[in-house]
């Protein structure tokens, strides 16, 4: 199969005007057409301000595999979801990578079902910085998501047995972007996020979401959040082992103390350090412990410490009047 058919890779910029006007479309390119939308039953909503993203046929090693389709949290609130597609151009199926915007674009007209009809989304609505779900073309679940309205008119103006997944070229859907849509075009785009991307990428190392294994019906077509590890909720409970490290280090700080006390002769003798603030600097006063237990020391301060000319040892200490 890989022989029978060319892929190349290729980079479409759309709107390069500036990072935020930016839209940027990287896909692959084929000979082959995308096997049809498989019918299949969305899953609840498990979270208010959920959007549904559809599955869709993406390329891999091994041909056309199935994404399934699921529930996001939108980059920020007000955005839309405008699903990707594929199109025939120059002789070739071209992906066009779907993106988050204000507004739904054109994603080629393809019905993907649940509110995206081919034209825009009738699935719900941003109302007063709210999501709003429209149960009568999407399903959410009642005991956590209550900010719901009906509206069945919507579900007659789409053709819900159109299965076709790409756009153009022999047996693909004819529809062009309107004017709306080609204003949305131009509107500041978001990419996929992180957690989109490797839901992608687990569907692609799953054999069986391959149309070669499973005949264009996936066994799991929807799921309700992204097939994607909770990275970020698994690094949390390391940051507390980091925290108790700094203890640790004060602990010898604490250690340390006791080797600032390592003075006894000195803090015993509390009538000396106040009037002889320099007994550390002179070793002379350490040579002459006969004179520092007499009590007549108390009545008479040691002179003889700001005295350092007298070399005397025994009969330096009656000269009290050098002192004051």
């Known amino acids: ?16 005007v500036r990072q935020a006007d930016a839209q940027v479309s990287l896909g692959i390119s084929v000979h082959l057409a995308p096997p049809p939308i498989p019918v299949y039953t969305q899953p609840l909503c498990p979270v208010d301000g959920y959007i549904w993203v559809p599955g869709y046929w993406a390329w891999g090693d091994d041909g056309y595999f199935w994404v399934p389709g699921y529930w996001s949290a939108p980059p920020s609130v007000g955005l839309l979801w405008t699903p990707g597609y594929w199109g025939f151009v120059g002789g070739v199926y071209a992906w066009h990578t779907g993106y988050w ?13 649940y509110g995206y009809g081919g034209v825009g989304y009738v699935g719900g609505e941003w109302y007063g910085g709210r999501f709003r779900y429209n149960t009568a073309v999407t399903r959410v679940n009642t005991t956590v998501v209550h900010n719901t309205y009906i509206n069945r008119t919507v579900v007659n103006n789409v053709n819900v047995n159109n299965r076709v997944s790409y756009n153009g070229g022999s047996g693909g859907i004819q529809a062009r972007p309107t004017s709306e849509q080609e204003s949305a075009m131009r509107e500041r785009h978001v990419e996929g996020t992180s957690a989109q991307i490797a839901h992608q990428q687990t569907a692609m190392h799953d054999h069986n979401a ?4 499973n005949h264009g019906r996936p066994s799991n077509p929807a799921v ?3 097939m994607v590890s909770r990275s970020p909720e698994v690094s949390r409970p390391n940051t507390p082992v980091s925290r108790p490290q700094p203890q640790v280090h004060n602990q010898p700080q604490v250690h340390s103390q006791p080797q600032v006390n390592s003075h006894p002769q000195v803090r015993p003798q509390p009538q000396i350090r106040n009037p002889q603030p320099v007994v550390h600097n002179q070793p002379q006063v350490h040579n002459q412990p006969q004179a520092r237990p007499q009590q007549q020391v108390h009545n008479q301060p040691r002179p003889h410490v700001a005295h350092p000319a007298a070399p005397p040892h025994g009969e330096g200490h009656p000269g009290g009047e050098h002192h004051r």
């Open 1 to 16: 199969m890989k022989k029978m058919i060319s892929i190349c890779l290729f980079v479409a910029l759309g709107l390069l």
């Open 101 to 113: 915007g204000p507004h739904v674009g054109f994603y080629g007209g393809v019905n993907y079902g």
């Open 210 to 213: 391959y149309a070669t294994i």
């Open 224 to 226: 309700a959040r992204p």
